[in-house]
């Protein structure tokens, strides 16, 4: 697995990523109205292209070398908070799921983070979200929860987890 850092001519490509991916994972989660609100919205052009512009936020993309494609992608910013990187988006398409590359891009996110000088990692995740169980299992856990306002009278319902970077 090559993990590939994203320049703005990446982004049709992570749309198209973050729709496969979404359409698998959200389906039964959120309405279509809902899904495509936050498609639209989370994952425009200028959405992205303002983060690539941000000097300690991340994209990179996954490819599987074996078979030449594009599994995903990985959306972080570190110095979020005091020592603090956020994991703001990890998505994989459907077919990749089960192959390694969710574990092996957090295990990339543990060693940029510790690059970066962070001690510890926070991520959103739906109540609903069968990830919830995929992070705990790679040593993650809910500190708290919260439900947030995200416009246009849709809202997101998520726990708040953090991972703590051993030195």
Do not use: C
């Amino acid at each position: 697995m090559e993990f590939i850092k994203a320049t703005e001519n990446d982004i049709p490509l992570i749309q198209d990523l973050a729709r496969r991916s979404w359409e698998n994972a959200y389906s039964e989660i959120l309405s279509s109205e809902q899904m495509e609100y936050m498609l639209s919205t989370m994952y425009s052009a200028e959405e992205i292209g303002s983060h690539l512009h941000q000097p300690n936020y991340q994209y990179y993309l996954i490819k599987d070398e074996k078979n030449d494609s594009f599994e995903g992608f990985i959306g972080y910013e570190t110095q979020y908070e005091e020592a603090t990187t956020k994991l703001h988006r990890i998505y994989l398409v459907p077919e990749s799921k089960g192959k390694g590359f969710g574990k092996g891009a957090l295990e990339f996110l543990n060693k940029k983070v510790k690059e970066s000088g962070d001690r510890r990692i926070i991520l959103n995740v739906n109540k609903y979200n069968s990830a919830k169980k995929f992070y705990e299992s790679q040593g993650y856990s809910v500190y708290d929860e919260g439900v947030f306002d995200i416009g246009n009278n849709f809202v997101m319902d998520d726990y708040l987890m953090e991972f703590l970077i051993h030195k």
